[in-house]
């Protein structure tokens, strides 16, 4: 039981293909800037790892650190729904699909971004809310660093789906808990501005979300 199992369907080509070419840009990530990488995955410090990374160049999200990241983070959330197909959920079952959904995620998230962004500057909250971006994304990274390690050991060893779910779902609760706390120390800075930024999560955080799985992932269960 304790064995590794290797499958010999044909499918499992391409899936090894995914999870090594994520394995590749976690590995480019270290070799990029192995200091601030090792620094990222300290939970415990991201305090001290937002403070000492912001800044304007470490803000632009299109530089190759940040774009690295941003691939891990789309893949590893792929390899998630991929992994979902071991328990016979018909998630992801052909390549093309998983290409699809790659794309999708690609292209929703960068549309998404790009509306934060004008949104943000259009209101003049740009600015000030630049740093608690950086550490939303940042927290995004450091999860999707996590879930992948886990999905990587899961999905080629022996595992219940109880099990499978239970470890899910323990570090979605670690992102949600980031994520509040990250929203409640904007409430505490900015109360004046509280109405817009219930807005902003309303129109530009949640909605959008519901209806990439509406149009993308129900469908496929």
Known sequence: M????????????????????????????????????????????????????????????????????????????????????????????????????FLMLLVFISIRYLLVWFTMKQMGLLRALKPLLFKSFSHHIQFALTLFLFLLVSYFSPISLELFLGIFILVGG????????ILFSLFQSRPKDVLYIILYLCTLKLIPWYWFYIFTIEPRL
């Open 2 to 101: 304790g064995e590794w199992i290797f499958r010999n369907s044909t499918n499992q080509d391409w899936i090894s293909l995914v999870f090594f070419v994520n394995l590749i840009l976690v590995f480019a990530l270290f070799q990029f800037d192995p200091t601030r990488t090792k620094r990222l995955l300290k939970f415990y410090a991201s305090d001290i790892y937002v403070s000492k990374y912001n800044n304007d160049k470490n803000l632009n999200f299109l530089s190759p650190f940040n774009l690295l990241s941003f691939l891990i983070l789309i893949n590893t959330l792929c390899l998630f729904f991929l992994s979902l197909s071991k328990f016979n959920f018909n998630s992801i079952q052909f390549s093309f699909e998983y290409y699809y959904l």
């Open 174 to 181: 670690g992102w949600c808990f980031y994520q509040f706390r």
